[in-house]
């Protein structure tokens, strides 16, 4: 038989290495739902970071996600509504006379009777601080109640991050929308063909729901000199997931929360439609085909019948819009 302090010894050494193992579990589980804690709370409350990717931050790179703050902001523009469709539209600090003829137009909230609207206006800081751009944008709002501007500059390499926090928006602050669309300031939208048509009030609130002018198996541009240029080293693909054009897509609210889950995963670039798209294709929701006459990313010749069977037209300048449309209604009484 061993030595009775030997046989001490071998079982305080085995006592002391099941502690040990007991402690490193202990440890390796707190590690573990304090990771799981710390996405859930990121996805939950959305605390931004400015992300630094694989590669130095470039001219085609984005920061987002990022907090962004608010500048202007209308938080309870949704209060006790539930509205039908909301129109996030883009458009620069200094387009004043293109949100006016938006308000007159297609973006006027009471167009369709007992069809709750709600229209949106989503500015940046211009590259060049101008005190009283900065005040009329703020007397605008005190009008109008339509204008939501937070703090990253306004540029076209930009326009992810102002579509990225406009779905921001939508999710904290008007979450029970049936519909939304994203629609460029400078498009024609048959809001009545959308709203009767497309989506079609009597039928239930579609779910995973996105459509516009599809683009399938489209390349990435590697000209230099390409508005659309995409390098290597941003997008290193051959072909770009299934997108719709920014020009104007619809899509169910309730993919809010989903694309913006994505957005902590895929790398943002700057063609913010082709972003939505990796973002859809990583929450694996695909895009709806819609007829072929119903989004147009190029202009069409305006005529009164051909534009009641559309519901975008590109390139409308806002004294074009105006008159165009003033006909289109009067013509809709024939």
Sequence with gaps: FPPPQLVVTVARRSVMQKKTQILTLQVFMLLCCLSIFTYLFILQHRIKANITWKHPLGPHDIVYPYDYNYVINEPDKCKNKNPFLV????TGPAEIHARNVIRETWGNETLIPRVTIIRLFFIGLPVKIVEPLQQHLEEESSVH??????????????LT??????????????PEADYAMKVDADMFLNIEKLVKSLLNLDIPTRQNYFTGAPFINHHPIRDKNSKWYMPKNVFPGKEYPPFCSGTGYVFSVNITWKILEASYVVKPIYLEDVYIGLCLNFAQINITIPPDSFFNIYHIDYEACRYRNLITSHYFTPDYLLRSWENFQEKKAY
Excluded: G, V
């Design 161 to 174: 991050i102002k579509t990225m926090t406009s779905l921001e928006w939508l999710a904290d602050f008007c």
């Design 145 to 158: 109640h339509d204008i939501i501007q937070r703090d990253f500059l306004e540029s076209y390499s930009n």
């Design 87 to 90: 129109l996030l539209i883009p």
